[in-house]
């Protein structure tokens, strides 16, 4: 089975950086996406790392460390509009990868 | 493109009573998924299908039926409905490529069960 853990609350300044970081215990599994959720929203997917290392992607950027059971979430250049919650999943390897697990969210708020 | 469509947005039921959730998509994807998600929490998969014609149970199945009803259409049944399912309800899919993750999700279905 896989379980992932998120810090549940961060917050920042408009402009400043944050990382959202992600520690997981998982039998196997294909890869580690971010999401993005607003209040009374639907979840918008962010970032996906298949293999170990850095993805970028405009403000944001993903890292995924195997052998550390560990990633994160890197926003750069905070905008208010990047309040939101924000959830790591893993793909799991059972049924060709098709089973997805979401961690508990990080609620990250942005002040002026 | 419409991208995930789900209805009803917004649902009551007493308890004991059943009720369909509809999904659709039309971007072509091969797998479909049926999460809740409950204040506060994160997403639990109920029920998911990798491919037409087949269905697979999620993390908390209990409860719940599912209906790949062709490559479009995705549906979520409770049977008898209880308290404990008062939750918002999301239909998700993907192309179902193991090198991309891309889950599109609909907006929601916000359901209460008195």
């Known amino acids: 089975g896989q379980s992932l853990e998120q810090p549940s609350e961060v917050t920042a300044v408009e402009g400043a950086i944050v990382q959202i970081n992600c520690t997981y215990q998982?039998?196997?599994?294909?890869?580690l996406s971010w999401y993005q959720q607003h209040d009374g929203g639907a979840p918008t997917f962010l970032s996906y790392?298949?293999?170990?290392g850095l993805e970028e992607t405009g403000r944001f950027s993903s890292f995924l460390s195997r052998s550390d059971s560990y990633g994160y979430l890197l926003l750069q250049e905070l905008q208010m509009k990047d309040s939101a919650s924000y959830f790591c999943?893993?793909?799991?390897?059972?049924?060709?990868?098709?089973?997805?697990?979401f961690g508990p969210g990080t609620r990250l708020s942005v002040l002026p | 493109n419409a991208g995930v469509t789900q209805t009803p947005k917004f649902q009551v039921l007493k308890t004991g009573q059943s009720m369909t959730l509809q999904c659709a998509q039309d971007?072509?994807?091969?797998?479909m998924y049926w999460y809740r998600q409950d204040p506060g929490m994160g997403l639990r998969l109920i029920y998911y299908?990798?491919?037409?014609?087949?269905?697979d149970k999620g993390e908390v199945p209990n409860g719940y039926n599912v209906s790949r009803l062709n490559k479009r259409e995705f549906s979520l049944r409770l049977e008898s409905a209880a308290p404990s399912q008062t939750s918002v309800y999301f239909c998700?899919?993907?192309?179902?490529?193991?090198?991309?993750?891309?889950?599109?999700f609909g907006p929601g279905t916000r359901l209460t069960v008195l």
């Open positions: 998700a899919s993907t192309e179902g490529h193991l090198e991309t993750d891309t889950q599109y």
């Open positions: 998982t039998s196997g599994f294909y890869g």
């Open positions: 790392n298949a293999l170990d």
């Open positions: 999943a893993v793909r799991g390897r059972d049924n060709y990868g098709q089973n997805f697990v």
């Open positions: 971007m072509n994807h091969n797998s």
């Open positions: 299908s990798a491919s037409e014609g087949t269905t």
